[in-house]
């Protein structure tokens, strides 16, 4: 039986690019969130990483689920798989890079190759709908 990461990620587009961070010491870029912690919902779970990690406020009743995606778990061995839900939300504050991120970026679909395996499925998906450049 294969090994799942359960978590949750953040979806924010702005002008037809999508926020991506990138961990110290890491080459792909990723979308906001983490993995919940013991009890948690997702909304909570989505509140407590996104302030961890980029700084912000997420509003909590404007967070809609986008979709659930799973594929390989990027850089993990074989077997192990990541299902993420996503969501979209609002939020206040200024985003910048906290705890292990490196860099933020906006992301264009041409920057598909640098993202994990399962945010590739996501990124494909934001093409298809007209939502990324």
Not at 4 to 22: C, H, M, P, Q, Y
Not at 75 to 96: D, H, P, R
Not at 100 to 115: F, G, N, Q, S
Request: net charge negative; proline share 3%; aromatic share 8%.
């Amino acid at each position: 039986m294969s090994e799942i990461i359960d978590k949750v990620a953040w979806i924010l587009i702005r002008e037809g690019r999508v926020l991506g961070a990138r961990s110290q010491g890491k080459d792909t870029y990723y979308f906001p969130g983490g993995k919940r912690e013991s009890g948690e919902t997702d909304a909570e779970t989505l509140i407590r990483e996104v302030k961890e990690e980029v700084s912000v406020d997420i509003i909590p009743d404007t967070a809609i689920e986008f979709g659930i995606y799973e594929a390989p778990a990027h850089g993990k061995a074989e077997g192990i798989q990541v299902k993420m839900t996503c969501f979209t939300a609002g939020y206040t504050g200024e985003l910048s890079p906290a705890a292990e991120i490196a860099e933020l970026a906006w992301l264009a679909y041409e920057d598909r190759e640098r993202v994990s395996a399962v945010s590739r499925i996501i990124f494909d998906q934001l093409h298809e709908m007209k939502l990324l450049d």
